[in-house]
């Protein structure tokens, strides 16, 4: 019986990733027109999903999600809710991600972080990504 569990999860997972991966153009180069970062002040409301971002994902995603030579910007449309919802968001830091629209190669599980302190960093994402008229 655990087995067949164990064999359902993997299978789960690598359905999604499919689902992920289809959902994209297929281009293995970085979106090619970022938007401008905020230099607004970030709201209260988000300060604790700035900080956990700062922790665990702005050493390859850059300060404000701007991005860096080790990994893309989320200030793109690429990453925007239609097309990266929050589930992407939630599934990267606990799966990784492989290389499907950038040269970075591919994104390793990121240890630490909880779900609910992913979904403070989506919610410190979408914030930046309104900032810069991504909706």
């Known amino acids: 019986m655990m087995r067949s569990w164990a064999t359902g999860g993997i299978m789960l997972v690598s359905i999604l990733n499919l689902i992920l991966m289809s959902a994209c153009s297929g281009s293995k180069t970085e979106p090619p027109q970022n938007q401008a970062v905020s230099s607004a002040a970030v709201p209260a409301e988000y300060a604790k999903g700035e900080a956990l971002f700062n922790t665990y ?5 850059g300060l404000k999600a701007a991005g860096t030579d080790h990994g893309p910007t989320f200030i793109s449309r690429i990453y925007e809710p239609n097309h990266h919802g929050d589930a992407a968001f939630q599934l990267a830091p606990m799966n990784g991600v ?3 629209h950038w040269n970075f190669g591919d994104m390793p599980k990121v240890g630490g972080v909880s779900p609910p302190e992913v979904d ?3 919610r410190y994402v979408r914030w930046l990504q309104r900032q810069s008229g991504i909706e």
Request: aromatic content about 0%.
């Open 57 to 61: 994902c702005a050493r390859c995603h």
């Open 98 to 100: 492989r290389a499907h």
């Open 120 to 122: 403070e960093i989506i």
